[in-house]
């Protein structure tokens, strides 16, 4: 039996999914911060995690907790939502522009 396109593809994550359908949705908001795509990206990703679920913590003790409970994708979305923040202070970044979104 010869495998379909759609069978050799890797399963896409639920979380990412419902990522996509709260973004659309949280473009509109009014959150006019810097960074403020990520750290929604961040608090989704967070909010889906067996930590916060499973193990009933909240998201940021999640964040310092470095059990397996977190998924890599949070973990790479707060490196990203940090480097934004920092991209704020450094002078060097001013004509560059921001990081992230």
Not at 56 to 63: G, H, S
Not at 72 to 84: G, K, M, N, S
Request: glycine share 4%; net charge positive.
């Amino acid at each position: 039996m010869a495998q379909t396109d759609s069978d050799s593809r890797t399963p896409t994550p639920d979380w990412r999914l419902k990522m996509s359908q709260f973004y659309e949705d949280a473009v509109q908001s009014d959150d006019h911060r810097p960074c403020a795509g990520l750290r929604q990206e961040l608090k989704f990703c967070l909010m889906e995690s067996d930590c916060v679920k499973k193990h009933n913590k909240t998201p940021r003790e999640c964040l310092k907790v470095n059990d397996g409970s977190v998924p890599q994708d949070c973990v790479l979305l707060r490196q990203t939502f940090f480097e934004c923040k920092r991209s704020l202070l450094d002078t060097r970044q001013r004509f560059r522009g921001r990081k992230g979104y």
